[in-house]
């Protein structure tokens, strides 16, 4: 696995929505941790693609939200700390970036889009599933098709085994994309739990989004060209 490490491209603003976006995610956490009834909530707050299909079964007494709204309140709720850190950590180096380059509202805006688009995607696939789905993970596989059309050259300094090594950022999100692809077609995925098609479906959405405005919205080129 090739993890990043930091991008140290600079940013104009604040990022405002990104950091409310992890401290969202981290404070629910942690409220779940200390209430002590994650996978309820999962099942209350999370994507379950049969609800949406389907409806509430007249057995699941469960007080879910709207079907509709678990698209977006699924995306702020995480496992374990694993799953947490590592979303976290993906949006800590390039979501800011992509706000950067989008705006503020812009940026809210696209990032609850990607989210929402990349649920109901792994819910076309699976209509009949009951397994919930959680985490921004969908909404963070936007912001990496976004940051890879913006700045496909930006060195982002990634970790290989035990060393830092600097390379171009479609190299790492393509080492990303291809990880998602092989893990789901081999079925590593489902045996995890990992919804990948929503990671995919994430992705090419915010590939779409971002791809005609890209010479707008990229202020500035990566340091290699």
């Not at 989008?102 to 696209?110: C, I, K, T």
């Not at 990032?111 to 919930?132: H, Q, R, T, W």
């Not at 596989?141 to 890879?148: D, E, F, K, N, R």
């Amino acid at each position: 696995m090739v993890l990043p490490l930091h991008d140290g491209l600079p940013t104009r603003r604040r990022p405002l929505v990104n950091n409310t976006m992890m401290i969202l995610c981290a404070g629910i956490w942690l409220v779940q941790q200390s209430l002590g009834h994650v996978e309820l909530d999962a099942l209350r707050y999370g994507f379950v693609p049969y609800f949406l299909f389907h409806g509430l079964p007249a057995d699941y007494d469960i007080g879910a939200v709207p079907s509709a709204a678990s698209l977006l309140s699924y995306a702020f709720l995480h496992g374990d700390i694993w799953h947490l850190g590592g979303n976290l950590l993906f949006l800590w180096i390039f979501g800011n970036n992509v706000e950067d380059a989008l705006g503020h509202l812009p940026y809210l805006a696209f990032y609850l889009f990607c989210a929402a688009m990349a649920a109901l995607g792994e819910g076309l696939v699976d209509p009949l599933s009951k397994a919930p789905l959680i985490g921004a993970s969908g909404a963070i596989s936007g912001v990496l098709g976004a940051y890879l059309m913006l700045y496909p050259r930006q060195p982002v300094v990634v970790l290989i085994g035990f060393f830092p090594v600097p390379v171009p950022a479609f190299v790492a999100i393509g080492f990303w994309f291809v990880f998602q692809l092989v893990d789901g077609l081999s079925g590593a995925a489902s045996a995890e739990q990992i919804a990948w098609v929503a990671h995919i479906g994430g992705f090419l959405v915010g590939i779409a989004l971002i791809r005609p405005f890209r010479d707008r919205l990229r202020p500035r080129p990566g340091p290699w060209g």
